[in-house]
């Protein structure tokens, strides 16, 4: 198992590069929001904060390893990211959203993992109904600290794309 932390301020529209370290205490990667201009920026105030969304992260030289975005289409909402390094994309959405109990799912055509969203707790990746990773933000001190949890079994061992799959969905959400 594999345990990264990291300290986001309390507000989601920060654009504050925010440090990812590990177990040691040493920096393996950069979260940041973004804006792709000072106009998304400057709408994004009317849905709070929440509409123009994209994060990147980065190693701690700052090559770009991995890029999440939010889609909304037709009334369809889903997460688009990029591994900078393999070119893999993933598809981030929620399915039975019909249903009244939405689930996220990620998939990148091979691999289908199942996101379970907690407030208050652990939220889980599961992979063949087996925890692979886990997430979770405590408010403390007018600061979110986040710690996330990867199992050497997960078929995903990129830190980089479950910080920005977290920062996306779980952080700052729909």
Not at 26 to 48: C, G, H, P, T
Not at 99 to 105: H, I, K, N, Q, S
Not at 125 to 150: C, G, P, S
Request: proline fraction near 2%.
């Amino acid at each position: 198992m594999h345990t990264y932390q990291y300290i986001h301020p309390k507000e989601i529209e920060s654009t504050e590069e925010v440090a990812i370290t590990n177990e040691a205490g040493e920096v393996v990667a950069i979260s940041k929001r973004v804006y792709d201009n000072i106009l998304k920026k400057k709408m994004d105030i009317m849905f709070d904060f929440r509409y123009f969304l994209k994060y990147n992260i980065y190693n701690p030289t700052g090559d770009l390893l991995f890029t999440v975005k939010k889609i909304s289409r037709r009334g369809r909402l889903w997460f688009e990211g990029q591994d900078a390094k393999s070119n893999t994309k993933y598809i981030i959405s929620y399915e039975n959203w019909r249903l009244g109990v939405p689930e996220l799912y990620i998939t990148d055509g091979n691999i289908k993992i199942q996101l379970n969203k907690e407030m208050e707790d652990w939220s889980q990746f599961l992979f063949n109904n087996e925890v692979i990773a886990q997430w979770k933000a405590d408010y403390i001190n007018d600061q979110f600290h986040m710690t996330l949890t990867i199992d050497e079994k997960s078929p995903i061992q990129n830190v980089a794309v479950f910080v920005g799959i977290c920062q996306a969905t779980l952080f700052v959400g729909a």
